[in-house]
């Protein structure tokens, strides 16, 4: 198993170049499963100083330009974050530049607002479901997307899900090959659903569709 930031063929750029020619719904899946990611590293708080553990995957995953891609986006996401930290900005003022700008770089337009940052939990020791929110607008509409740890019981992160932001708020399970599956029933029927289906799966995104 190889580390993909140790692996120096590779650049940032040239990654998030292949990633801008997927379609707008598997750009938004990379951020969100790269958002996700740094949950792991820095285990619910990335504005402490912790010791970041590189992310590692298999050498056939690591064939597939999806994963570089979001390697990549990782990667830019905490390079902005240091520097908006080192500028002395607040908790939602750092997120929010920072979220802005990677979105940016890859295609993606952020709408939503330094203050809405605040609205929802960001990974905190108590809460270890929800990670943070982004919303971008696309040709197809607004999406607004979650990114989900989901280890355990499917009606627990529903209730929380639905509490935390309302019921107009449709999940979609994304798999580790990209593929993901827009549900018709309600959210929490949709999850314990498919939690009993993939009983291994650990990611997870909620998304309100908004037409334009």
């Known amino acids: 198993m190889n580390s993909l930031f140790q692996t120096q063929e590779y650049s940032d750029a040239s990654l998030v170049r292949k990633l801008t020619d997927y379609p707008v719904q598997r750009r938004g899946l990379c951020f969100g499963m790269s958002l996700n990611w740094l949950r792991s590293i820095a285990k619910f708080s990335i504005f402490e100083k912790k010791e970041e553990r590189i992310s ?3 050498d056939k995953e690591a064939t597939d330009s999806y994963y570089y891609s979001t390697l990549a986006v990782q990667n ?8 908006s930290k080192n500028k002395g900005e607040s908790k939602n003022k750092c997120l929010h530049s920072s979220l802005q700008a990677a979105a940016n770089f890859v295609g993606l337009e952020l709408a939503t607002s330094e203050k809405n940052l605040s609205r929802i939990p960001i990974g905190s020791a108590e809460d270890n479901h929800l990670l943070t929110d982004l919303m971008f607008s696309a040709q197809t509409g607004s999406y607004f997307l979650i990114g989900i740890y989901a280890p355990g019981n ?3 992160i529903a209730c929380h899900v639905e509490k935390s932001l309302g019921k107009n708020y449709y999940a979609f399970f994304c798999s580790m090959n990209g593929e993901y599956f827009v ?3 309600s959210l929490g029927t949709w999850i314990n659903q498919h939690l ?4 291994g799966t650990e990611k997870f995104f909620v998304a309100e569709l908004t037409a334009q």
Do not use: M, V, Y
Request: overall charge positive; charged content about 25%.
């Open 56 to 58: 590692r995957i298999s």
């Open 76 to 83: 830019i996401f905490i390079q902005l974050l240091r520097k």
């Open 154 to 156: 499917g009606h627990a």
């Open 183 to 185: 549900p018709e029933s």
């Open 196 to 199: 009993r289906c993939f009983p």
